[in-house]
Structures are given as structure tokens and as C-alpha cells.
């Protein structure tokens, strides 16, 4: 009896092919970052497009969050509580982030609206480049905010949402 193969490891087998012919990052690397075993779920002829766009569903939930810190304007209320422990380098290197993400969207766009693979696998790399960059900035901002929660957050008492 012939054992079948599990769609993770279909999946990986099918993503060691493009990953050698475009020296893309490692299918565990890849996964860590931007859970693209998911994939494995879904049927795909270009599975090299579908690797892209979990990449850009990931960096786009950051990019909105990072927006809403930046321009709060209809942003949930614990958003104007995390703005309240950020200084102003912090929102620096957010609005840089930010411009940078915005960059990626338009590529994606490009991308989306023609298909071509080389394009794809180079936006791979780059993007797998920059959220190694970006999560290390993320992550010490997230861990000022961790580390001034209970110092500076302060819910209003006042009790009014009008």
C-alpha cells in the first residue's frame, strides 16, 4: 500500500522547486514568519502567487495597525492609550515602517493586476528582507509599550463615550 503524501508535505515539496530555482527563503523560515502551510488547504496552479499573497496579508495587518496608531482617527479606543506611551522617535520609526509597507502594497497591486513569476519571487525576497528588519523594530516599540503600560496607561474615569 502506497503511503500518500500530506498536503503540508506536498506543499513543501512543490515549494522546494521554486525555492532552489529563484533562491527563495526556506518553506520553515518562510512559514515562522507568514504561515504559508495555510496553503495546503487551497488548490493552486501557481503556488508561488499564493506564497506572495500571504506575505502581503501579514505585512498589510501591520501596515493598518501602524496607520491607526499614526492617524487615529476611527481607530478601537486602546489604540489612543498605546499612542499615549510611544515618544516621538517611536512614531519615527513607524511613519518609516509605514512608508516602507505602503511601498510593498503598491508592488503587490502591480503584481496582482500581471501575473509574472520572476517579479513574484523577487518580491518574496524582498519582502521576507524587510519584515526580518521591520519585526526587530516592531518589536522593541511593542516592548517600550509592554514595559510603560502600567506607568503611563490611564483609562478615562469619567465614564462618557458620547
Known amino acids: 500500500m502506497e503511503k500518500q503524501e500530506s498536503g503540508i508535505e506536498e506543499l513543501k515539496g512543490e515549494y522546494e522547486g521554486i525555492r532552489k530555482k529563484y533562491d527563495l527563503p526556506d ?10 502551510e495555510k496553503i495546503a488547504d487551497s488548490e493552486t496552479e501557481v503556488l508561488i502567487r499564493e506564497v506572495r499573497k500571504f506575505i502581503v496579508d501579514k505585512l498589510a495587518n ?15 479606543i486602546f489604540i489612543f492609550s498605546i499612542i499615549k506611551l510611544l515618544d516621538a522617535e517611536d512614531k519615527k520609526k513607524l511613519e518609516e515602517i509605514y512608508k516602507e509597507m505602503m511601498k510593498s502594497e503598491v508592488k503587490f497591486i502591480e503584481l496582482d493586476l500581471e ?3 520572476e517579479k513574484e519571487a523577487d518580491f518574496i525576497k524582498d519582502a521576507y528582507n524587510f519584515w526580518q528588519i521591520v519585526k526587530k523594530d516592531l518589536l522593541k516599540i511593542t516592548g517600550k509599550i ?17
Open 27 to 36: 518553506f520553515k523560515i518562510l512559514n515562522e514568519d507568514f504561515g504559508i
Open 115 to 117: 501575473f509574472n513569476e
Open 62 to 76: 501591520y501596515m493598518r495597525f501602524i496607520e491607526s496608531i499614526l492617524n487615529p482617527s476611527n481607530a478601537p
Open 146 to 162: 509592554s514595559g510603560r503600560w502600567d506607568e503611563k496607561a490611564e483609562v478615562n474615569s469619567k465614564g462618557y463615550f458620547g
